[in-house]
């Protein structure tokens, strides 16, 4: 998932290191997937991913072809705090694809991030949608999750509260758990979806 998360920055250490930091998740932003279905990341999601030590790469619009850092290679750090999934990613100065993102960053051309996971625990809300009283809206609470990656990404595939609906948002095709409540829609590709 994508997220308009403006607190991705480029740290320069004393010793002449650069690091790129940032959030990738943000917790308990209620976010829509599309029509009425919402999405939630809860406190403690990524707990048991960061405790199990699992290996998550560092990569550029989750691209696994340019990869910027890597948990098991001790180039990507990730920790949790009371407000989300942050990570700390060393550049490497030989690569001209990841200094060339520094100066991105730095300039605020890019300045957005992301994650992406595989769900272990969710738990689905229905409740009246505030925005239309007479509908219902149904709302992902992520609990937990393994973890693939952070990316450092140019568009989010949604961001706040509003989101354009894209192939990629499930690129191997919507998780049955989410198609059951999903009601009968046609996606901007001409392609029906039913609940």
């Known amino acids: 998932r994508s997220f308009a998360i403006r607190e991705l920055r480029a740290e320069r250490a004393a010793d002449g290191k650069v690091y790129l930091t940032g959030r990738a998740a943000p917790y308990n932003v209620l976010t829509r997937l599309w029509g009425s279905v919402w999405e939630r990341v809860m406190p403690g999601a990524f707990s048991r991913a960061l405790k199990e030590k ?7 619009n989750h691209d696994p072809t340019q990869v910027l850092g890597r948990t ?20 490497n100065a030989e690569d001209p694809m990841a200094v060339s993102l520094v100066s991105k960053v730095e300039r605020g051309d890019i300045d957005e991030c992301s994650f992406g996971f595989i769900a272990v625990r969710q738990t689905w809300i229905s409740e009246p949608d505030p925005e239309n009283t007479k509908d219902q809206r149904e709302i992902r609470e992520l609990q937990d999750v393994d973890l693939m990656d952070v990316s450092t990404v140019t568009y989010p595939q ?5 989101a354009t609906v894209e192939r990629s948002l499930f690129p191997d095709g919507v998780p049955a758990e989410v198609r059951a409540h999903l009601p009968s829609v046609i996606l901007p590709d001409g392609v029906r979806m039913t609940g």
């Open 72 to 91: 098991k290679a001790g180039t990507t750090e990730l920790s949790e705090d009371s407000k989300g999934l942050n990570f700390r990613t060393l550049i």
């Open 158 to 162: 949604y961001t706040g509260t509003s």
């Open 54 to 60: 699992q290996d998550v790469r560092h990569l550029v």
